[in-house]
Every structure is written in C-alpha cells, then in structure tokens.
C-alpha cells in the first residue's frame, strides 16, 4: 500500500540535483561530491579513474546505506589541480574510453565475420 | 615531488578480441583496462540495458488451475524482442503522450490472449505463441530449436472446459527496476591467468610425479608431450585459481614448480541473452548506456559557486 515505487532507486526526483558537492573546511583542495541515484557502477570506475591522475592525492566512494540511493566521492588532489577539475577530468576520459572501446568493438565484429566467410 | 599540470589526459586505449559471436552469445578478450571497467560493463548489461517486457494485465476470463496474480507474473518473465527498446521506445513514467496508462504506441505494446480448451481426451497448452502482438517488432522470443521445431513458453494448461482470455500490456524498463527487464541471462568475465612453469625444478620431477602433478588440477590445464615428456600448459583458462596445483608443489616437496598470476587488465567475457536483444546489441548498448551515465554525472556550468569554488582551492 504505502510501498515506494520501484523506480525510485535509479530516478532523481523532482527538485533534487543529480550531482552536488561540497568543499572540505579545513583541507585545502578537498571535496565531497554527492551523486544521486549511483551506485558501484560509476562509483568504482570513477575512483579508479581519478587514482591514475598523478595531481589526485586521495580519491574514494562510499554507498552510505543500500536503501539511501546515491555515492559520495572523495577527492583530495595536490595544488596543481582541483577535485572539479579532476573530476571532469575522470568523467572526459572515461567517456572517451569507451567512445574508443564501442569502435573497437564495431572494427572487431566486421574483422570477425570476415575471418569466419573466409577472407 | 613534480607533478605535471592539471588537465593531462589518463585515458585507456581498450582491445578487444572476439572469440565466439552468436545471436545469443558472445565470447570476448577485453584488454588494457582495469577490473572496474569490466565490471561495471557487467553490471550494466545485466541491471541497465532496456528491454520490453509485460507490465500490466488485464484477466478477463481465468477459469485454470493457476491464479491471475500467478499467471500475470508469468507472463511478465516472457522475453519479447526488444531492439525498439534502446532509442526509439520512451519509458512510461517520462511519455508525455500518455499519462503513463499504457495507451500510447510511444511507450507501450499491447497484447492479446484468448485460449479455450474444447478437445476432453486431452489438456491444452498455452504457450508464448499465443499471445498476439499489436507490433510486428515486439513479440515472444522464438525459441524454436535446432531441428526448428518451436512450442513457445509455456504459461498455462487448459483442461477441457477451462479458459483464459486476457490483455496485456508490455513496456521499457531495466533490470534495476524488476529482473524481468534484464536482457542477460548471464555475463562473467574472468581475469585472464598467466601460467609460468618452472622448467629447470618440472625436469627433477619423473615421468610419474609429473603424471600426478598434473592430475592434481580439478580441471584440464596441463598435459603431458607423449613425445618429449614435458609438461605443456594445454587450457590457461580453465584454471579456476583453485591452488591445487601449487599445494601439489609444495606437498611433493617442489615449492615454484609453477607460478600463476591474474593479469590484472586482460578479461575474458561470456555474456548469454535471453533473446530479448543480441549478445552483440547487449554490449553495445551496455556501452552506450554507461556513455550515458557518466553524461548524467558531468558538473552543470550552474552549479553556482563552482568557479569560485575553484578559485579557492586552487589558491593553496
Ligand atoms: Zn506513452
């Protein structure tokens, strides 16, 4: 009867912002972003990604609670950058790995069926 | 310590190599990328990748064996082929051409039933076929078999006089939101095992210590030359990391006989489909979907103080 709806794990609802963040008080260039609606999915690949920026000092995830729906990543990066910056940073490359892995896949499949008809 | 500036590009350049591809299966090597990748590529061909399946039923007559509730649910696990699903379907919860009832043609398919057995000297099967589609594009997965012979999925068995007449209506969604959405039936990957045999130490073994040697592994990795009676690594991948074979070793008094190390970026991957979509339309959506949550996640230019927030941390 008063079950939440299903949908309510994966969409954002009305009013709430799908990414925020905080900067830590006392640690300079540290910050806390929140991300609604996440989970390990983006949560793990995000921190491994920010763990190959040399400038990114600490960077982690952690789902606070199975039934409280969103991430919280951590990140702490040396002078020369900052957690927005790395952030955006992780986000553009992992975005264009895949873009790059979606072609490989595409030139793989034609190289595949070729080999098999025997060219 | 010199770090270089911000901005730098830490991109990976994954490959793939493709073992098997079939309609419903695929065998792949992904290389030169990491375990999250892998493994958030799994999670999302399993919990994220659209599909149609049936979402709302409306009994009109039911006088089985089963309960409408019982029915209902079968029918919702029914795979429907859903290449639709990805791009040209909308969900119903955001159609604005409906109130999200199921009477649109933009988010829902509908679907009829009628099924009356008349025939005493025996029951009558309802299966997947006899649900008749509205759209050509969305209808029961065949699953005919080799010989093409095809039954479709059995829901119900009619005795005669019994009866079954419904309309049901199938709509997008993911497998997060209930698994009947789920286009996988199942996506593995393992990491793919680098085996080294210390030849020197394998060559003070006799014939019938390497015989045992290789005996010890639960399943077929080694094998024997009959010729030159070396030991020869037949199947890497059908190690399973199970350390018989090094405890083997150590117990013949032979520690380093063999060392086997994960790659830590080379995997090897098995997706199933249901049918629902392809193996091959299951990766490549799974990989359009991901693009897409990473899109969702991108800091917005008005996220107020960002540059000022910038300004501040950087200042240190
Ligand atoms: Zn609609």
Known sequence: MNAPDRYERFVV??????????????????????????????????????????????????????????????????????????YTQAINDLDKELENLKQAFEDEKTRFERMKQGY | MERPAAGASYQRFPRVRIRELRDEYAKFELRDTDASMANALRRVMIAEVPTVAIDLVEIESNSSVLTDEFIAHRLGLIPLTSSAAMSAMRFSRDCDACDGDGSCEYCS????????????????????????????????????DAAGDSRGILIVKLRC???????????????????????????????????????????????????????????????IDPVTQQVTVVDPEAY?????????????????????????????????????????????????????????????????????????????
Not at chain 2, 191 to 199: G, H, Q, T, V, W
């Open chain 2, 240 to 316: 399973t990391y199970d350390d018989e074979v090094i405890k083997k070793a150590e117990a013949m008094g032979k520690p380093g006989l063999v060392e086997i190390n994960a790659k830590e970026d080379s995997f090897v991957f098995t997706v199933e489909t249901t049918g629902a979509i392809t193996a091959y339309e299951l990766i490549m959506n799974a990989i359009t979907v991901l693009r897409q949550k990473l899109d969702a996640i991108r800091l917005q230019d008005d996220d107020g103080d960002l540059g000022e927030l910038d300004a501040h941390l950087v200042g240190g």
């Open chain 1, 13 to 86: 609802p009305e009013g709430t912002k799908k990414v925020s963040f905080e900067k830590d008080t006392k640690i300079m260039n540290a910050a806390s972003f929140t991300i609604e609606r996440e989970d390990h999915t983006i949560g793990n690949i995000l921190r491994m990604q920010l763990h190959r920026d040399p400038n990114v000092l600490f960077a982690g995830y952690k789902l606070p609670h199975p039934l409280q729906y969103k991430i919280i990543v951590r990140i702490h990066t040396a002078s020369q950058s900052s957690p927005t910056q790395a």
């Open chain 2, 109 to 144: 398919i509908e679907f009829h039933l009628a099924a009356r057995a008349t025939d005493s000297g025996q029951t009558l099967e309802v299966t997947a076929m006899d649900l008749r589609s509205t759209d050509p594009k969305v209808c029961p997965v065949d699953q005919a």
């Open chain 2, 161 to 223: 006089g019994q009866e079954l007449r419904l309309r049901a209506i199938a709509r997008k969604g993911i497998g997060k939101d209930h698994a009947k959405w789920s286009p996988a039936a199942t996506v593995t990957f393992m990491y793919e095992p680098d085996i080294c045999i210390n030849e020197e130490l394998m060559e003070t073994l006799t014939l019938e210590e390497k015989q045992s040697w290789v005996e010890s592994s639960p399943t077929k990795v080694f094998d």
